[in-house]
Every structure is written in structure tokens, then in C-alpha cells.
């Protein structure tokens, strides 16, 4: 049992033998049948009610599954009803019950313990708050409970000091300092709400990812303390933003969400995938004539122009092979060998425009090669301590590359072999040509070759 718990139990036995004779002098104010009995005549009736009450409040929450501050009021408040109704059956203790005013003390007494319960629960078991937002609470706190403070020395004063009983002047000092009071908290909630409005707006824009326009805002209280709290998460939030974007002009979105989240798999993992190879024909002949600066503004025209189609259909850029592109088709597309054919058509449609932007920059025109094919790859972390990469490796990739190469023999721009060709829709394998079987470099077997220009 923690601290916490002890306290919680000591207080709440506390403020119940607290109440037995406070209630009692009360009883003797209010009511003249109860002054003929007086006071330890009081405390005895209370003490029997009360502890009734809390043996049958013990016994209902211990069945009640459900534990919300409006159950924890009904059960004691129903203990506290049939305490009344034991001790007027079998302690003899009905006729002062109903000739008197005891039934409004002990309903009055139950109501208050209620409520100091649900809050005394409600304080046992929450969370441990952020040293920044318990400071912040605490001023909000001081904030509410100064005008109470106040008023009830006010009021204690008053009864204490008074020289008369006259009930119309009670009457109006009592209406006096709750029109204060009434008047005090008003303004203080309101200013309360409009610091609460600003930490909304804060909060809309944490939600629409508008992280740097967020900062703290200078409002006390607990609302100041969030404020800091959302603007210390909107910087954590900007950083892993700017990190996952720098991390997909390397990676796929889906590998770096992967990073991100801590749930991608390094070790290695055996998937069948579409693999394409592009590769630039005559790249080496082009890049001798061509400044180190030149060559470099060469590639980034192509591989933007690359790259933009890619992202339309879903197909991940593994590496960069100087001028040449391995990438593969995301497995979370359905068709992956459509999306594959799709992007290397839509690539040489666009290769005359890409061409037109070459030329505007002084740089020579290009024509392309594509290999496509399907088939089981390894995904995984290939490297050494110095240097990783997150890489596709297999049989499959070697193919496509070999693939690429017979581009140029069979005289057509997009080639794929038979595992890539039988999963395209027949519409898509009516525009590809068969050319016949052909040997790879590093395959014993040949492969059925089908293309289009």
C-alpha cells in the first residue's frame, strides 16, 4: 500500500469523526427537538448513522463493477439511506428520525462526504503530472480558492464579532459577500476561458501541422504550463517531420515510416516483388564530354523527371547505379507488374520532354532502356559498422540488370520476361512483342523475352 492510500484512508476516517460533532452543535441550532437531547446525544446518533453508513458504502463498492464519480455518489448516498432506515427499525431511533430535523442533517452530512470522496478518489488514482504542469495547477488552484478564503474569514468574522441577531441584516451581509463572491469568480473564469481559448488555437494548429507557429504563450497558471508543454511537442513534432522528409529522398516513405516508428525489420526479409532496371543508353561515351558540373545538372534533369513518375505509381527508388536506377514496385500496391509497366511507358512517352529541358540547358538528348521482372528478393540492411544500406539483393535484381542489358540486342526500349509478363492484364500483353528466348549473362537457364518500343 503506498503513500498515497494511507493518506487517502486516513483523511477520508478523518473527515467522518471530524463531521460527527460539527454536525451535532449544527443539529443544535437548527433544531429544537434535537437541543433537548444535546450534544454527545448528537455525537451517539451520528456516530451509529455514520458508521452504518460506512460498513453498507464498503459493501456496495466492493460489488459495484464501475467506479465513475456519479456511482460513487449514489452508493454512499443509498448507504446513507439505509443506515437511517436500520437504525429507525432495529435501534429504536424512528420516532426521533421523523420528529426531528436529523434526517436533513445526516442527508446534508452524507452529501458532503460524497463529494469529498469522489475527490479524494479522483486524487488517489491519477497519474504522476509533469512537475511543469503541477506548478501551473497549483497557481490555477491558489487563483480559485483566494476568493473563498476570503470570504469565509468574512464571514467567521462576522458571526464572531456580531452584537445582534437580527436576521434581516444577516440576510443582507450574507447577500453582500455572495454577490462579491459571485462577482469575483465570474471575472475569474472568464479569464480563465479565454486562457483556455488561446491553448485551443495553440492545439488546432499542433493538429494541422503548422508546428512553427506555435510558441508558448505568456498566460499563467496551468494554462501557461500546457502552452510551454504543446510548444515543447510541436518542436519534437517539427524535428521528426523534417526528419522523415530528409529521410524519403533516400528511402520510401513506407521503410523511413518504418524507421520512424522502430518497426523496421534490419535482419532481413525474403519478399517476391517487381524489380525494374533503367539505365541510360551511351551514358559513357555522353559523360566524357561532359564537365564534372555538367554531368551532375545532367543526371538531376533525368532523375527528377525519374523520380516524379516513380511517385505516381508507387514505385520505390532502392538505389541510384550512376546513371542507371534499380527500384521496385511498394508491395502494398495491387498490381505491381501494371504499375511497373505503366511508369516505364508513361518514363519514354516523357523522355522527348525531358530531352526539351536537356537541350534548353546545353546538355546532349538521352534515350533509355527498361528491365522488368518478378520474382523473390532479400530486403534487409547490407553493409558493414561504417556504412548500411537498406537494399534489395537476389537473383531477381541481378535479372532485371541483365535485363536492361538485352534492351539493346533486341532493339526494344522496355523488356520483361515471362514471370513479369504473365501478371499484366491481357490488354497491357497485347502491346508487348515476344522476341524469343534468350541466354542471360550469369543464368544457366533462357529466358522468354517480351518488348515494346
Not at 533486341?410 to 502491346?431: C, Q, T
Request: hydrophobic share 45%; glycine share 8%; net charge neutral.
Amino acid at each position: 500500500m503506498n503513500k498515497k492510500v494511507l493518506i487517502s484512508l486516513a483523511l477520508y476516517l478523518l473527515i467522518h469523526l471530524g463531521a460527527i460533532p460539527l454536525m451535532s452543535a449544527y443539529g443544535l441550532q437548527v433544531c429544537p427537538v434535537l437541543i433537548t437531547k444535546g450534544f454527545w446525544a448528537g455525537c451517539h446518533y451520528l456516530m451509529m448513522i455514520i458508521g452504518l453508513t460506512l460498513g453498507f458504502n464498503l459493501i456496495l463498492n466492493w460489488v459495484a463493477k464501475k467506479k465513475s464519480p456519479l456511482i460513487l455518489f449514489s452508493l454512499y448516498m443509498l448507504s446513507s439511506i439505509a443506515a437511517m432506515v436500520f437504525t429507525g427499525l432495529f435501534l429504536g431511533l424512528e420516532e426521533l428520525l421523523m420528529g426531528s430535523r436529523l434526517v436533513e442533517i445526516v442527508l446534508l452530512l452524507s452529501v458532503m462526504i460524497a463529494v469529498f470522496e469522489i475527490y479524494l478518489v479522483r486524487w488517489n488514482f491519477q497519474s504522476e503530472l509533469n512537475p511543469l504542469f503541477r506548478r501551473g495547477w497549483r497557481r490555477t488552484v491558489a487563483a480559485g480558492l483566494i476568493p473563498i478564503l476570503v470570504i469565509t474569514i468574512f464571514n467567521v468574522h462576522y458571526l464572531l464579532t456580531m452584537t445582534s441577531h437580527d436576521s434581516e441584516q444577516s440576510f443582507f451581509t450574507l447577500l453582500a459577500s455572495t454577490v462579491w463572491m459571485l462577482l469575483t469568480f465570474a471575472i475569474h473564469y472568464s479569464t480563465e476561458n479565454e486562457r483556455a481559448q488561446k491553448l485551443a488555437l495553440q492545439l488546432e494548429k499542433l493538429k494541422s501541422g503548422a508546428y512553427s507557429e506555435i510558441s508558448p504563450i505568456s498566460i499563467g497558471g496551468v494554462w501557461g504550463s500546457l502552452s510551454v508543454l504543446t510548444s515543447e511537442t510541436a518542436v519534437a513534432l517539427q524535428e521528426r517531420s523534417r526528419l522523415l522528409s530528409g529521410m524519403t529522398r533516400f528511402v520510401s516513405r513506407d521503410v523511413a515510416e518504418k524507421v520512424k516508428d522502430g518497426t523496421l525489420d534490419f535482419s532481413g526479409q525474403t519478399l517476391t516483388l517487381t524489380v525494374l532496371m533503367i539505365d541510360l543508353r551511351g551514358f559513357t561515351a555522353t559523360s566524357q564530354n561532359l564537365s564534372s558540373a555538367e554531368l551532375v545538372r545532367f543526371l538531376n534533369i533525368y532523375f527528377e523527371e525519374v523520380l516524379k513518375i516513380f511517385i505516381k505509381h508507387s514505385i520505390v527508388v532502392d538505389k541510384f547505379i550512376g546513371d542507371g536506377i534499380l527500384a521496385y514496385v511498394d508491395p502494398k500496391e495491387g498490381d505491381e507488374v501494371t504499375s511497373a509497366y505503366n511508369a516505364s511507358l508513361e518514363l519514354m512517352n516523357e523522355i522527348p520532354s525531358i530531352n526539351k529541358k536537356l537541350t534548353a540547358a546545353q546538355l546532349p538528348e538521352i534515350q533509355i532502356g527498361v528491365g522488368i521482372t518478378r520474382g523473390e528478393v532479400i530486403l534487409g540492411n547490407i553493409g558493414g559498422e561504417e556504412r548500411w544500406q537498406y537494399t534489395i539483393i537476389g537473383a531477381t535484381v541481378n535479372r532485371s540488370a541483365r535485363l536492361e542489358s538485352l534492351t539493346k540486342a533486341v532493339k526494344r526500349r522496355m523488356v520483361l520476361d515471362k514471370s513479369a509478363y504473365l501478371m499484366l492484364p491481357e490488354e497491357l500483353r497485347s502491346s508487348l512483342e515476344d522476341v524469343g528466348a534468350h541466354e542471360l549473362a550469369g543464368f544457366t537457364e533462357k529466358f522468354q523475352i517480351f518488348g515494346r518500343n
